[in-house]
């Protein structure tokens, strides 16, 4: 196994000429994709792999600078893939994930087939004539949440950003994967998502994107997938679906992973 693959405990499952790359989104890691999986493995090669700064990674590798902005991760994409030896996948993004993806399939489109983006959004915070979700005041709330006691902030968010019941399996995994962060190392990355702005590269993406959303999901407004939509350069569809939450195949897999399954399979109608 190579350097890279073991800094981000890349697993590598399944058998098919075609391969499908599971990128998780912020306080979560491979395990996001356990209901999907299963799946995949008879008709594909899937990738699985955890974004660094996630609590099973190695926090001596997390660089604090390289991960101020969404292409540190982007170029880690990349590194597996080549490392891989892989030269053309489907990535299925999730929340973060799907800007990352975004970022890397401009300097390599030849790498990817198509972009599956769920939950993704160019920008969370409002601007003019743009709704992102949040304000600036509020973000700063979350972040001195998070700085002034962790481990109550992450109980407090779970269940919020997963939604529907407060007790269910996935808010309690959704907690645990959030409280293995490193707290300062889970601080710079929600700063780094919460405050980066994307929509200016959407005119870059050249592959084609399928966006993926819930009716109803804290942290993207339902709104973003039509933005990404009308502001992709490529060609793109939009499935909203009845969910609740922003990580729906976790805590919908019954409605969700139907719809991934469709988005992998199907390409768009030219």
């Not at 390599?108 to 743009?130: E, Q």
């Not at 592959?207 to 939509?229: F, M, N, R, W």
Request: proline share 4%; hydrophobic share 45%.
């Amino acid at each position: 196994m190579g350097i890279v693959e073991e800094a981000h405990n890349v697993k590598v499952t399944g058998s098919g000429e075609q391969v499908i790359v599971l990128a998780h989104g912020f306080g979560t890691d491979q395990s996001v994709w356990k209901h999907l999986v299963p799946h995949l493995v008879d008709d594909y090669r899937v990738v699985l792999y955890d974004n660094m700064g996630a609590g099973t990674t190695n926090p001596d590798y997390f660089d604090f600078n390289r991960y101020t902005t969404l292409e540190g991760y982007a170029l880690d994409l990349l590194a597996i893939l080549e490392e891989l030896q892989i030269d053309s996948c489907i990535l299925v993004g999730h929340s973060v994930s799907a800007m990352i993806g975004a970022i890397a399939s401009i300097s390599r489109p030849d790498l990817f087939t198509k972009l599956v983006m769920i939950s993704g959004s160019p920008r969370y915070l409002n601007d003019v004539d743009y709704y992102g979700g949040f304000e600036q005041e509020e973000l700063d709330q979350l972040f001195e949440a998070m700085r002034s006691n962790y481990k109550a902030w992450c109980s407090g968010f779970a269940p919020l950003a997963v939604g529907g019941d407060m007790d269910s399996v996935a808010v309690q995994e959704f907690s645990r994967t959030l409280f293995n962060m490193r707290p300062d190392i889970a601080l710079s990355v929600a700063q780094t998502i919460f405050q980066s702005d994307m929509r200016q590269i959407l005119s870059l993406v050249s592959v084609p994107c399928h966006i993926i959303q819930s009716v109803k999901d804290l942290a993207v407004p339902v709104v973003i997938s039509e933005y990404l939509h009308q502001n992709l350069l490529a060609d793109s569809v939009v499935e909203v679906m009845s969910s609740d939450g922003h990580l729906p195949q976790l805590s919908s897999p019954d409605i969700v992973i139907p719809v991934l399954l469709r988005h992998i399979r199907y390409n768009i109608a030219s």
